[in-house]
């Protein structure tokens, strides 16, 4: 494509419903926090509307405040966790990446610009390091017309750097470059704001800067790799505005300024700048994480929270720091310019009161600079620089305008990783709780935060508290610790039940990591432990009354009306009941990158929570059913859906095949009875089932058997009918599918150790171990096998006349078999 088209979504879509939203079985819809290790983006073009881009998880959380409500609008795009994101200097395309999977590039007026709908990727980059390494950093140009990825090996091959013109829609990229090994890896990429410039880039690496241009006429990518000067730990690098210099920080406190090589200055049209080392300059004792330049100045933020301007020639001009005095990992400006003139106050409307006549000259709007700070110089100049947002360490946010003098604190605090959390059986209510014992109560309502409580936990003793649980009338709340400790607080004012936690066990607690119950009775002000007994692997578990309880073990879920849900490593399934192995009947979506860790419903809401491994937020599902209703309409009755599952489908080879097999076993001889008449029937003993299962395809243990002649006991029936035995066998058998193959059993009797050190199987060995491994083999059945399947291995003793070994000693058995003849016969 060539060009850019608009989408516009059809005009008779309700505002809270989404295209995506009513094909998919979950929905997120809010998320409790944000990942403070990514930094954030403010796309702001008015002071009246604060707008944000955060990245939690795998999700981009595109956040709105007008100063009275709070909108976040979460969108899923990426497979890995989202490290980096960027945006052109209009803020209408942004870009984001994970660790190594893909880069997209998100349109956020699709529409039209006043527009609420969702923003699209409308441009996806799926996997451009290859096998070569993550992907470190990505920015656009500020025309927004070239996207620049770094990543790759650093520490093999070199970091790499690849330009794609991506609104043309290439594949591959424009051009790439290798860096130099040294340099390790890439932290931060920013492209040049000046106009005439914007084509140049720079490129902060670990122990270096590298700057760069893209020619378009050429086609090609340049760099340049300024001297070295004994700098390591580079934090991020920038253009300083209208110069030639550029300033670096590092994690020393330094600063360091780089201007145009005064032996280059001709560079050629489209080329890169050459840049030499001009100076630098010990700012801090602490490490300065990021720097900006805007409006003519230059900004930095460090360790010690505090956050300085300066001007373009490193001149300190203002500095404050925030109350709380923690790390700064982002400073990012709003994309306009600070007013200069502030704007008369309007007559409020309905207002009784004649307002006064004033002159004209004295209905001139007051000038800014009398307002804004004024800097450390002797002629005490304004400091006038728009507004910006600042983002700590521990998470939190703030919106900064120092003309105004104001600080406003958004979004919700992500301070640190979530290591439990429940919701309310009867209320809409959250309460998770963090790594630092943090206990936070959120209204699902209002999707804002209404108490908070700091534990005190042991963190140097496995004092994480690993789960919560409300009690059912949600008068108490139980916090389980990896030390043992329980913690007893009062949700409704979240103070603790007592002034110490339980303790009566040494071992982590943890719902689906134990299989010990303990009930605990509430005297007065005291919680006594009334007994605990052994269980099965333990899930959960819900009182009936005062004195009843039941347990679920892990191969077991709670139902909630016609469905369920449960999680995987990294999905969320919606099942529709009963469980008769429908492929139709569930439907999922990517729920985590990593490993989901937890997952509670809540019915007030009809919606799903769940949290994974590094998560600082807890993600919020709505649950939509209509999808599965869909699914079911068009996948057919009987065994249509179920023959999906099989080579062919139902009108395949292989499904006429078990079809005709079904048959025959009527009319074996073990069936017949003398001349008397067969008569065929579509039934079949729940004897033979077994044996015929694995004749198609499935063969099962003994272990296995038990299993399945138990579920056919339960049907109350002596026979079963085709549709019946073939639900039996998709639902038994393994997750492959398909018989072993002769690299499965190559595998399987060399783990065993039955072979030898030339690769042959030894018969007399493999009888011994199968008889004392596993489920266990008579020694005469092994044997036996052996003698059908090879009968070269005792042939040799007959013909020399020896006697007739007894079955089970193997000494008969001196000979070898070839692995591969032996895996041969075998399948």
Known sequence: MSELVEYNPVEEIQHEEHIHHRCHPLHLTWVSGFNPRVSLLNVSTSRDRKELVLASGNALLFYCYDGEREKITPVIGHKNVVNMIGCDE??????????????????????????????????????????????????????????????????????????????????????????????????????????????????????????????????????????????????????????????????????????????????????????????????????????????????????????????????????????????????????????????????????????????????????????????????????????????????????????????????????????????????????????????VVYDLKTKSMRLALDVPIQRTRRGRITTLAYSPCGTFMAGGAENGFLWMVEPNLMILAGSSPLQFTSEKIRLDESNTITLLHREKDDWQVMGNCATHRLVDLAFLSATDFVSIGEDRQLPGEDYFLFITNNNIYVHHLPIDGNPFKYLAVRGHPKRLKGLQVAWTVRCAFTFGEGDHAVSMWKINTSPLYDNLKHAGTGLDPFCTLLPGGKRGCYVREILSLFFYNQISPKNSDGDAELTLRDAMNVQDVPNYLRSIGFHMSEYEEQNLCKEMELTGTYFLTFEEVLKLFLNHRTAAGGPPTSEDVRTAVTYVGATTSSGKVDLVRLITLLASMGEPMEPKTTEAYCRILFPAAFEANEQDGSPAPECGTGEDCTNYIAIDEFADRLC
């Not at 984001?96 to 590039?105: A, F, G, L």
């Open 90 to 439: 209009s803020g209408r395309f942004v870009v984001s990446s994970d660790c190594s999977y893909c880069i997209n590039v998100w349109d956020r007026q699709a529409g039209g610009g006043e527009s609420h709908h969702h923003p699209i990727a409308i441009r996806t980059i799926f996997e451009p390091f290859k096998a070569n390494g993550d992907i470190g950093a990505v920015s656009l140009s500020c025309d927004g017309k070239y996207l620049l990825a770094g990543g790759g090996i650093p520490n093999e091959q070199g970091s790499q750097l690849k330009l794609w013109s991506w609104t043309v829609g290439n594949d591959f990229p424009d051009d790439s470059i290798t860096l130099p090994t040294r340099l390790g890896r890439i932290k931060a990429i920013h492209f040049c704001p000046d106009r005439g410039r914007r084509n140049q880039f720079v490129v902060t690496l670990d122990s270096g800067v590298v700057f760069g241009a893209w020619d378009c006429k050429e086609q090609k990518l340049s760099i340049q790799v300024p001297k070295r000067h004994g700098f390591q730990d580079y934090n991020d690098t920038v253009f300083v505005e209208r110069t030639d210099r550029a300033v670096s920080v590092t994690g020393a406190g330094m600063a360091v300024l780089w201007s145009n090589d005064r032996k280059f200055s001709d560079a050629q049209e489209g080329g890169v700048q050459r840049k030499e080392f001009l100076k630098y300059l010990h700012l801090k004792y602490a490490s300065i994480n990021v720097v900006r330049s805007c409006d003519e100045k230059i900004v930095t933020g460090d360790d010690d929270g505090e956050i300085r301007f300066y001007d373009n020639s490193m001149k300190i001009l203002y500095w404050f720091k925030q109350e709380d005095l923690e790390p700064i990992r982002t400073l990012s400006f709003e994309l306009v310019e600070t007013r200069r003139w502030k704007q008369p106050a309007e007559p409020i409307e309905g207002d009784d009161q004649t307002p006064k006549e004033e002159s004209t000259e004295k209905k001139v709007v007051l000038n800014i600079e009398d307002i804004a700070p004024k800097d450390v110089s002797f002629d005490a100049r304004p400091v006038i620089v728009r507004g910006f947002v600042s983002a700590t360490k521990s998470g939190k946010i703030y919106d900064i305008d120092i003309v105004y003098n104001k600080i406003q604190e958004l979004f919700l605090q992500s301070p640190s990783i979530i290591t439990a959390f429940d919701v309310h059986s009867a209320r809409s209510e959250l309460c998770t709780c963090d790594g630092n014992g943090r206990f």
